[in-house]
């Protein structure tokens, strides 16, 4: 884990990229009472898989590489979604993680938002980052936010103050998880989930050296909440991560054992089943089922690996078939 690179200026020229090819990516542009941009990447314009790929890099905050493939194993959705990052700590847990909570009531306008992307580590809001022991100082900053509707001025006016910045330099990235750019930056979480998971069971931080996830991608839905289930099942039920860790035989084994999602007792139907199941309240469903399906943890202390859970192809498919 390096804790002198700064995620902010490593994801600028991505930013910038991302709003100079705005035509070609099918996004649409705006700015906020004070100059910022906001990137509309699936609201008003169709955006694509491009897009979700580039805004994948951005969560990673410069520190991940994201990647399209598409495979002949699996006919039905040969489509998949491969990411990689040298430094998995600082790129998923300080940027990628969407873990800064943006909500405004004014009357019966309410606006509920998760933040992502490196102005996390900008803000310092969570107490994620006392583990972490990672802090960035940058004069600009993006937030990747997962809906369908403009933030409200108050909502900016909150991310700069808490960032340190001048609303000049600030650029939104909104992307509505039913959107090409939403399903691609959401599965391309894939090693992000497992990386939370690794550090919710209490796994050390800074044992992670590399690590490499893929996922398949889930045709667009119809609407906010079949996404959401396709996503989280291309993960849960599709993805694998494979870690490379430094520590004993013992050690990688246990971390391979617990990792993958077939470990919940809410594993085995689809998201949005268990969803509906808990009457739509995220936090009661079992932490354990978000998770990659499979797991491959690669110890480089004696070069041996260990892997477990399994891929649920036909979960998968009637998954996106809803």
Request: include cysteine; proline fraction near 5%; glycine fraction near 6%.
């Given at each position: 884990m390096n804790s002198s690179v700064s995620i902010n200026k490593l994801v600028k020229p991505l930013v910038e990229k991302l709003l100079e090819d705005a035509t070609y990516l099918n996004l649409g542009i705006d700015s906020t009472e004070g100059g910022g941009k906001i990137i509309d990447a699936g609201i008003n314009y169709d955006g694509c898989l491009e897009s979700g790929r580039l805004i994948t890099e951005i969560c990673m905050g410069?520190?991940?590489?994201?990647?399209?493939?598409?495979?002949?194993?699996?006919?039905?959705?040969?489509?998949?979604?491969?990411?990689?990052?040298?430094?998995?700590?600082?790129?998923?847990?300080?940027?990628?993680?969407?873990?800064?909570?943006?909500?405004?009531?004014?009357?019966?306008?309410?606006?509920?938002?998760?933040?992502?992307?490196?102005?996390?580590?900008?803000?310092?809001?969570?107490?994620?980052?006392?583990?972490?022991?990672?802090?960035?100082k940058f004069f600009s900053t993006v937030v990747v936010m997962e809906v369908d509707r403009k933030p409200p001025q108050e909502i900016i006016d909150k991310i700069t103050e808490d960032?340190?910045?001048?609303?000049?330099?600030?650029?939104?990235?909104?992307?509505?998880?039913?959107?090409?750019?939403?399903?691609?930056?959401?599965?391309?979480?894939?090693?992000?989930?497992?990386m939370h998971k690794l550090h919710e069971i209490g796994f050390p931080l800074d044992k992670v050296i590399d690590g490499f996830g893929s996922a398949p991608l889930p045709p667009p839905a119809p609407d906010f909440l079949i996404g959401m289930g396709r996503t989280n099942d291309a993960i849960l039920y599709g993805g694998t991560v494979h870690l490379y860790v430094d520590v004993e035989d013992d050690e990688a084994y246990e971390l391979a054992k617990?990792?993958?999602?077939?470990?919940?007792?809410?594993?085995?139907?689809?998201?949005?089943?268990?969803?509906?199941?808990?009457?739509?309240?995220?936090?009661?469903?079992?932490?354990?089922?978000?998770?990659?399906?499979k797991v491959i943890v690669s110890t480089l202390k004696t070069g041996k690996t260990f892997v477990e859970g399994k891929l649920d192809n036909d979960l998968v498919t009637k998954s996106f078939n809803k």
């Open positions: 410069g520190l991940g590489r994201a990647s399209l493939n598409m495979s002949s194993s699996d006919k039905e959705w040969p489509v998949s979604i491969q990411v990689h990052s040298t430094d998995p700590v600082i790129s998923c847990l300080a940027s990628q993680y969407a873990g800064w909570s943006l909500s405004f009531v004014k009357e019966e306008d309410n606006f509920n938002a998760l933040g992502s992307g490196p102005c996390r580590a900008l803000a310092q809001k969570e107490e994620l980052f006392k583990d972490l022991n990672y802090q960035d960032c340190g910045i001048s609303e000049k330099n600030l650029t939104v990235i909104l992307t509505p998880t039913k959107s090409l750019s939403g399903t691609v930056q959401v599965v391309g979480r894939v090693l992000e989930v497992g617990r990792l993958p999602s077939c470990t919940s007792s809410d594993y085995g139907k689809p998201f949005a089943d268990v969803f509906k199941e808990y009457k739509y309240d995220f936090y009661k469903i079992d932490k354990l089922l978000f998770s990659p399906a």
